[in-house]
């Protein structure tokens, strides 16, 4: 079974801080991808990597960076943490093409930013 | 522009009874869809896709769906809900021009005993 871990399943954090979320998979897929979760919502792409040291911007990238120096890792940065930016991040990974493959998803990181 | 609709935000079912929940999408090119489930506090889960082939797809826990290319619809079934149904639904649509992947915004089944 493919395994998605977050390092954190719960963070809190101040405004202005500069915030790190670690994702790492197991499965050797090349894509992963990092999503927030908002109630009504559904699920919005921030960011993507379809190998290592490439991204690509999603749906909602502002305020956010991300990192994958290696295959099996992908990093969310909240560049100067924000009240808006609270929230559950999910991470995920998949093998081929994006749109027509499955993503393995971890189990998220609740994220309060005060 | 690529979409996907959830049009009920609850459905409740008793405990034996057949389940629905709709998901409607709009994408150019061929679609790509998908069914995933969200437990409390944990990540999504995939059920089952359809890529092509057969409009009938089955998946996971007993759960299937319907492919529908004029209605654009791609509703998930259960003939026989359990209690343990219960949780977050997610429809999911990929299109073969854009090769992004879409969510809907979930639909939360309950399902009494």
């Known amino acids: 079974d493919v395994k998605v871990t977050q390092s954190s399943r719960y963070l809190v954090k101040r405004t202005g801080e500069k915030v790190f979320l670690e994702c790492v998979q197991d499965m050797d897929h090349e894509n992963m991808f990092w999503y927030r979760q908002d109630p009504g919502l559904g699920l919005r792409l921030i960011y993507f990597s379809y190998d290592v040291k490439m991204k690509e911007k999603g749906d909602i990238p502002e305020g956010y960076s991300v990192s994958r120096e290696k295959k099996e890792r992908f990093s969310l940065i909240l560049e100067s943490a924000s009240t808006n930016q609270t929230s559950m991040y999910l991470c995920a990974s998949s093998i081929g093409t994006p749109a027509s493959q499955p993503q393995h998803f971890g189990d998220g990181t609740r994220l309060s930013i005060l | 522009a690529q979409s996907v609709a959830q049009p009920e935000d609850q459905v409740n079912v008793a405990e034996g009874n057949p389940l629905t929940v709709k998901c409607t999408y709009s994408?150019?090119?061929?679609?790509?869809l998908f069914w995933y489930v969200q437990y409390p506090n944990r990540g999504l889960q995939f059920l089952l896709k359809y890529i092509t082939g057969d409009n009938l797809v089955k998946g996971s826990y007993g759960f299937e769906a319907e492919f529908n290319k004029s209605h654009t619809s791609f509703h998930l079934k259960k003939p026989s809900a359990l209690v343990s149904d219960s949780a977050l639904y997610f429809c999911a649509s990929g299109s073969s021009n854009t090769g992004k992947l879409i969510f809907g915004q979930g639909t939360t089944l309950q399902v009494k005993p």
């Open positions: 994408v150019s090119g061929n679609p790509y």
